[in-house]
């Protein structure tokens, strides 16, 4: 469970690089990039349990398609060394096909989670896929067990609202789809699980309650998310995340895990 979480955070922390806004509400934010200036921007990160250093690794991408205004993120968290031998090499990868909206948001075409490990000399490969059909008003599932997709539930969309994947409401925030981030406010995205619509939750800590987290520094921004459990496979822990000045995410942390400490995750390397 622990290496599941682990890989979880990782997963989670590379969710978080932002343009950033501090101040009252008459200052100017710094200008947020567009979708095409993220086009091949990649992250490296590590994570680190106890004594156990560099006990998973993930990495972050963006690409552009061939089809005009379509772009593909894809997020990829892998075991290392002890840890990849206890899971048997489990490897977490989430991919997310989006296309941009004539008003210059991002809505989810589909999206793909799959989880892959070594049972007994053999691989597994496990997997979900969500296709979004707005012009019908519905999302459906597949499930799929070593590459096969089978038809699963249909979902009928209500109230005119476009759920969005953890990805593509990771790119709407880069890009100022929700508005500025300023501290003491609120964030409510619209997504989605296999019961229907859910909620993504991020809470910008004030500075009063960012420098009760001892771990983290008192500059920059300190995130506390909050997604449905199924999404990660995180069993609804205390999630924290800050970002530097320049809005990299450096350090996250899945507080007090099976009552033996934290989880925590750090960039290594911006690779582009």
């Known amino acids: 469970m622990m290496i599941r979480i682990a890989l979880s955070l990782l997963v989670l922390f590379t969710l978080f690089p932002f343009t950033l806004s501090y101040a009252e509400p008459q200052s ?5 990039p567009t979708i095409h200036d993220l086009v091949d921007e990649e992250y490296l990160y590590a994570i680190d349990f106890l004594f156990f250093k560099r006990l998973a690794a993930g990495e972050l991408r963006l690409l552009a398609t061939d089809q005009p205004n379509v772009f593909r993120a894809e997020l990829i968290g892998r075991t290392l060394g002890v840890a990849a031998w206890l899971t048997g090499d489990r490897t977490q990868e989430y991919s997310s096909l989006m296309e941009l909206t004539p008003e210059g948001a991002l809505r ?19 997997g979900k896929r969500y296709r979004f059909d ?8 597949e499930k799929s067990r070593d590459g096969v997709y089978r038809p699963g539930k249909v979902f009928d969309l209500v109230d005119e609202v476009e759920p969005v994947d953890i990805l593509t409401a990771f790119y709407n925030l880069r890009t100022g789809v929700y508005g500025p981030l300023m501290r003491g406010t609120q964030l409510q995205i619209p997504t989605f699980t296999s019961e229907g619509v859910s909620e993504i939750l991020v809470d910008i800590l004030t500075l009063e309650a960012q420098k009760k987290q001892k771990y983290f520094p008192s500059s920059g921004l300190l995130f506390q998310a909050k997604v449905d459990p199924e999404v990660f496979e995180t069993g609804g822990g205390s999630l924290f995340f800050w970002v530097n000045d320049d809005g990299i995410p450096e350090r996250g942390i899945v507080e007090d895990i099976i009552g033996l400490g934290d989880v925590r995750g750090y960039l290594y390397e911006e690779a582009k």
Request: glycine letters at 10%; a positive charge; aromatic letters at 10%.
């Open 28 to 32: 100017s934010p710094q200008k947020q």
């Open 108 to 126: 989810s075409v589909e999206y793909v989670s799959r989880i892959l490990k070594r049972k007994g000399g053999k691989w597994k490969d496990r």
């Open 134 to 141: 707005f012009v019908q008003g519905r999302v459906s599932q």
